[in-house]
């Protein structure tokens, strides 16, 4: 990915509060993202830190691709994703890959 100049990197401390739009009830917005097997453990404490308290914000998966890449899968149930969460992801070097995408609740 390109290095922009986002006022907010994954070196960040906190992020601010967030400025999401409502989904329909039952629909969750994720995203994955890929990165270096070695750095996968940093990106998931820092998540770990910025959405401590945030109810909506689900870590789906983290783990290892076919070809050795880490990635990490995370919802935000009923709400968009933190636009400046995207944007800090489209400007971090080290993210190579990113898709977003909106499912529905799996009725059984």
Do not use: N
Not at 81 to 96: G, M, N, Q, R, S
């Amino acid at each position: 990915m390109t290095r922009g100049l986002a006022p907010f990197t994954f070196s960040s401390e906190v992020l601010p509060a967030p400025s999401t739009d409502a989904l329909e009830p039952g629909h969750y917005q994720a995203v994955h993202f890929r990165m270096p097997a070695d750095q996968r453990p940093w990106y998931l404490e820092k998540i770990e830190v910025w959405f401590a308290g945030r109810d909506e914000v689900i870590l789906v998966a983290s783990g290892l691709s076919v070809l050795g890449e880490g990635f990490i899968v995370m919802e935000w149930e009923e709400c968009e994703i933190d636009p400046l969460f995207l944007k800090i992801l489209e400007h971090e070097e080290a993210v190579t890959d990113i898709c977003v995408y909106i499912r529905s609740e799996e009725v059984e």
